[in-house]
């Protein structure tokens, strides 16, 4: 018995430490089929009502259709701003670059709650309504940081011999970077997006702040968990972690079958 | 537009070619002419600025003064990828993206040629390599890496063909057989081989030609032959093999001989063979060209007496022998193993006897 035990120490350990993660994600699945009514508390029962109908809730698809509208302009417009900086800090010596590396630390270690508030601060000190567009701002302000970073390292990780031996092989300069510099640095461009888009999307302390009567998919959650969180909001919440899972797992099994292949 | 850079052939000039780096000068007033369809070697120490040199006519460079030509076409400032220069680079960086056939390809597409399919599988075949022209870089052996590498240049036909060490991360086996295969490939297409190596073997065995490189500048340029059997500086004689050397003050010169003095004997070589002005030199004598006998029984013409044998090491092909001379210096004796050796031990004393046209006088070098 104490053998056994001993021997299958670190896969009780793996077994625990995964069912503690996803003992929220679980029971947020769960309480997506539960027959709620008003409040999504107390188990009442199972139903498909609430899948068959994820916009039944008040609102609820509005703000669901603000997040994604926001998460992905944001993640648009930052990560094109992000990569171009990082390819500045990553390849070129300029004055004040080192300075640069170091403020673009600041926002990711700014309180959120500081950032938010001196965000407000400033829009309306500078007469600005606050809403959609005060939103993208701020998302795109705090993104930034996080594609630059990201992006910087995959520059920072490539070979320039292999941009000479482009230049070497009659490829230009417009022709290198985009043969050669870009597909290489392109891995870390899409995480650099990923993480962004999901940083925007979760958002709610400096959306709160800045979003003005636009009720984001986050800021709808912490309104209605006062009256009861309908059940509709355990819907799309397991709804977008089905699908974040289905693209990891399907990236695995194309990279899997890519690396097959050529063998 | 007519490209004249891009389509230049002719030999290869560099003129008072000169690159700093802050106030490190990395090349110094190089003058070099690399005739059309030739193998050179670059030779030479560790940081001598061989590189250096190899990335000035790539364009990957820009020379501090001095210029480039190809045939008539000066090319010093023209860009990288409008040269008729392709380079084989020393960590071969093929495109890890991109599939070994891509890569291959790759110059002949940015030069807008459509129908590669035929060039690239032939230059494959030539490297031996065109069943794997689907697999990636990463999946490749470094020998193969470096023969794609190879190919991916030469599918361009360049005037110029660079390769800067490019054998420098394999095994000795398959060393020597890259040697072989890349000087067949540059006699079967026939371009221009600029091959930099500190390998002095490797240079000898592959090139037609040989500059050898010291601190920025050409010490010495000819054959291998040439280079080895007459060599200028104290550098190039001790770079390219081996060779004994030993202090001496010129004596008589008869015009086509000159006699000089080595610890009180007469030493003599040909005029021609004395590299120096000065009247203290250095006299110079290949291991393999000196006889050893036991003492006293010396026939040679030139023959130093008196020495003691300290150590005898047995290489197969021939037995060297470390004799200590009265003047506390060590001097190497190459004997082959032909059958006919002196029966000489350790502790023997000996007399080393050469011929005068064998020998060569230097600057001392302080
Ligand atoms: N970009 C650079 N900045 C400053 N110094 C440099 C630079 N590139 C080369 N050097 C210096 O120039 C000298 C020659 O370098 P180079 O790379 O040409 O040597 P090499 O002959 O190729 O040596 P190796 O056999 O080790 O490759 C070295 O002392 C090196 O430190
Ligand atoms: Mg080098």
């Known amino acids: ?263 | 537009m007519v490209d004249l850079a891009a389509s230049a052939t002719g030999d290869l000039q560099l003129r008072n070619i000169r690159k700093e780096f802050g106030d490190f000068v990395a090349v110094d007033d190089l003058n070099l002419t690399i005739p059309k369809g030739s193998f050179f070697a670059l030779l030479g120490p560790s940081g001598c600025g061989k590189t250096t040199t190899l990335r000035m006519i790539a364009g990957l460079e820009e020379p501090t003064s001095g210029t480039i030509a190809v045939g008539d076409t000066d090319i010093t400032y023209s860009k990288p990828y409008r040269r008729p220069v392709n380079t084989v680079f020393q960590n071969y960086a093929l495109f890890p993206h991109l599939t070994i056939f891509e890569n291959v390809a790759f110059g002949l597409r940015r030069r807008g040629i459509k129908d590669v399919k035929e060039a690239v599988e032939k230059v494959l075949a030539l490297v031996e390599l065109g069943h794997l022209k689907d697999r990636k870089p990463g999946q490749l052996s470094g020998g193969q890496q470096q023969r794609i590498a190879v190919a991916r240049a030469i599918v361009n036909r360049p005037a110029l063909l660079l390769l800067d060490e490019p054998l420098g991360a394999l095994d000795l086996k398959l060393r020597r057989q890259m040697q072989i295969e890349l000087k067949w490939i540059q006699t079967e297409v026939g371009i221009t081989f600029v091959h930099v190596t500190h390998d002095q073997e490797e240079a000898m065995t592959m090139a037609d030609t040989i500059a050898v490189m010291n601190k920025g500048r050409i010490e010495q340029m000819g054959s291998p032959v040439d280079l080895y059997e007459n060599p200028e500086t104290v550098f190039v004689a001790n770079f390219l093999g081996q060779s004994n050397l030993i202090k001496a003050t010129v004596g008589t010169n008869s015009g086509a001989e000159t006699s000089v003095d080595v610890q009180g004997a007469r030493i003599i070589l040909p005029t021609s063979r004395n590299r120096s002005a000065k009247s203290s030199v250095l006299v110079g004598i290949r291991p393999e060209k000196i006889n050893i006998h036991a003492a006293g029984t010396s026939t040679g013409k030139n023959a130093l007496h008196d020495g003691v044998v300290t150590d005898i090491s047995f290489v197969g092909v021939s037995t060297q022998y470390q004799v200590e001379m009265p003047w506390k210096q060590e001097l190497m004796v190459f004997e082959q193993n032909d059958g006919g050796a002196a029966n000489i031990r350790k502790g023997d004393r000996v007399t080393l006897s050469w011929e005068p046209n064998f020998t060569f006088a230097l600057d001392s070098e302080d």
């Open chain 1, 1 to 263: 018995m104490s053998r056994w035990f001993s021997r299958n120490l670190i896969r009780i350990y793996a077994a625990l430490a995964l069912i503690y993660l996803f003992i929220p994600v679980g029971y947020t699945m769960a309480f997506s089929f539960n027959d709620a009514g008003k409040r999504n508390i107390n188990w009442q029962g199972f139903t498909l009502d609430n899948w068959k109908n994820p916009c039944g809730a008040p609102d609820i698809c509005v703000a669901l259709g603000n997040s994604l509208k926001i998460g992905f302009l944001s993640t648009f417009i930052a990560t094109i701003l992000g990569t171009m900086i990082a390819f500045a800090l990553g390849r070129y010596k300029f004055r004040g670059r080192s300075a640069t590396n170091l403020l673009i630390f600041l926002p990711m270690a700014t309180p959120e709650i500081v950032m938010g508030a001196s965000l407000l601060a400033m829009f309306v000190n500078m007469n600005v309504n606050t809403g959609f567009w005060t939103t993208v701002i701020a998302h795109i302000m705090f993104c930034i940081s996080f594609v630059v970073v990201t992006v910087k390292a995959r520059v920072a990780s490539l070979d320039p011999k292999l941009e000479e031996a482009a230049r070497d092989l009659y490829a230009n300069e417009y022709e290198t970077f985009r043969r050669v510099t870009f597909p290489l640095v392109l891995p870390g461009i899409a995480a650099a997006a990923l993480l962004a888009f999901s940083l925007s999307f979760d958002d709610f302390i400096i959306t709160n702040f800045n979003s003005g009567t636009i009720t984001t998919f986050p800021k709808f959650i912490w309104i209605s968990s006062i009256r009861g969180v309908p059940a509709q909001a355990n819907v799309i919440g397991t709804a977008m972690f089905l699908i974040a899972l289905t693209i990891v797992i399907a990236g695995q099994v194309v990279g899997n079958a890519k690396a097959k292949k050529r063998r």
